[in-house]
Structure formats: structure tokens, C-alpha cells
């Protein structure tokens, strides 16, 4: 399971939308890139992060939500505060791959704005800075 594919779990699991592997009808969390519906849906991507160690399975890996809503703003900005709120300082939490959230930090102090889409809904951005304890063959 990928990393995306576990905090798309996660907000799943802290009642934020659904997430279906196969990205059926039904489904509003998705991975990478948003499709054209539905209007109110959330995508998880990964981008960088600090330097990882060597030998010490730790990563600290940033973490974007895109939400997008509908033409009233109100609704994407505050489908994206609500998943900052979820998220910021979550801590201690198994993800479902087995990797283990050490904690959660908003690397802003909320949703960012990013404007509208080809169909006038407005989107927004929340991100985060993960640390992650995960050990591999050469990290312990």
C-alpha cells in the first residue's frame, strides 16, 4: 500500500469522505489529481519533505489535501478547515499500510486558497509535514 493510499484511509476513517481503491461512483477521496466528479472531493498527494536518515527509519515526508467544493466558496473552504482540524496534531496512530503517524503538523495556519476550476468550484489546499517511523531492510 502507498503512502497516499494511507492518509487517503486515514481521512477516511476520521469521517471526511470515502475512499475506494478502485476510485468507483460513491467514492470522494482520490489520489493525486481530482477527477471531474464529483464536485465536492478531496485528493492526497505527497511532494518532498526534509532530507530522510540513513540508518533511522524515520521520514518526514509533506502531505497535500486538495479539497474542492462547489461555486460557493463556503463549502470547499470549509470541507479544507475541516480536514486541518482532523489533521493538525493528529498523533500516535497506526495508518493502515502499518505505518505509524508519529504526528501531523500544518506547515500553514489553514486552507489556502487556490481559486476556481473549469466549472467555477472552488478549490483549496491544506498541507502538512508527516513524521513517520518506518523501518526497512537497511533502516532500523
Known amino acids: 500500500m502507498t503512502l497516499s493510499e494511507e492518509f487517503a484511509y486515514l481521512l477516511a476513517q476520521l469521517g471526511l469522505g470515502e475512499y475506494r481503491v478502485d ?6 477521496i ?7 466528479s464529483p ?11 526534509s532530507e530522510s ?4 527509519g524515520y521520514d518526514e515526508p509533506r502531505v497535500q489535501v486538495r479539497v474542492r467544493g462547489t461555486t460557493d466558496p463556503r463549502i470547499g473552504e470549509q470541507r479544507a478547515q475541516d480536514v486541518y482540524d482532523a489533521l493538525h496534531g493528529l498523533a500516535e ?7 505509524l503517524l508519529l504526528s501531523c503538523i500544518g506547515v500553514q495556519a489553514g ?3 487556490m481559486g476556481r476550476d473549469g466549472n467555477g468550484r ?7 509535514r508527516a513524521e513517520l ?3 526497512t531492510i537497511n533502516r532500523v
Do not use: M
Request: charged share 15%; glycine share 14%.
Open 133 to 135: 517511523r518506518r523501518p
Open 23 to 28: 476510485g468507483s461512483v460513491g467514492g470522494n
Open 122 to 128: 472552488f478549490e483549496y489546499s491544506v498541507n502538512f
Open 111 to 113: 486552507p489556502i486558497p
Open 93 to 99: 496512530r497506526w495508518l493502515a499500510g502499518g505505518t
Open 39 to 49: 464536485d465536492v472531493a478531496l485528493a492526497v498527494a505527497l511532494y518532498g519533505g
Open 30 to 36: 482520490y489520489l493525486a489529481a481530482l477527477p471531474q
Open 53 to 56: 536518515d540513513s540508518k533511522l
